[in-house]
């Protein structure tokens, strides 16, 4: 091969980004949510949901739910202060809700703040 052709060939394969892989491609959305004595703070992208949720108020329960069809789901209770993380995998980007109650019963949707992720 001509010495000038090969410092073209190889200038071409420099040239060529490397495949991204799927998680490099994949875009993390952060969201927090609060209602009064509790918020999440979280990040979703297409295969992973991660979620702090801190309870703060002394009477407050808090719950963190997931929906990816009809129901609602709870992925996180927590019902003195502190905080719970969870960290799943998930098929699709769900819709998110943070709730609270003076109760576990009382705080499965009734004083809520939600984020519509896509899904």
Same mark, same amino acid.
């Given at each position: 091969m001509p010495a000038m052709m090969s410092h073209v060939l190889a200038a071409v394969l420099l040239a060529v980004p490397a495949t991204a !892989?799927? $998680?490099e491609t994949a875009r !993390?959305?952060?969201f927090r @949510? %609060? +209602?009064? &004595?509790?918020?999440?703070v979280g990040t979703y992208d297409q295969t992973? @949901?991660? +979620?702090? =949720?801190?309870v703060t108020g002394r009477r407050?329960? &808090?719950v963190l739910q997931l929906r990816t069809g009809g129901e609602w789901d709870t992925a %996180? %209770?927590?019902c003195k202060p502190g905080t719970a993380a969870i960290g799943t995998e998930i098929a699709r980007p769900p819709s998110i809700r943070l709730c609270n *109650?003076? $109760? @576990?019963a009382l705080a499965e *949707? =009734?004083?809520?703040?939600? +984020?519509? !992720? *896509?899904a």
């Open positions: !892989t799927a $998680s !993390t959305t952060p @949510l %609060a +209602v009064p &004595g509790v918020t999440a992973r @949901l991660t +979620v702090t =949720v801190e407050t329960c &808090g %996180a %209770a927590l *109650g003076d $109760s @576990l *949707g =009734v004083d809520c703040d939600r +984020v519509t !992720t *896509g």
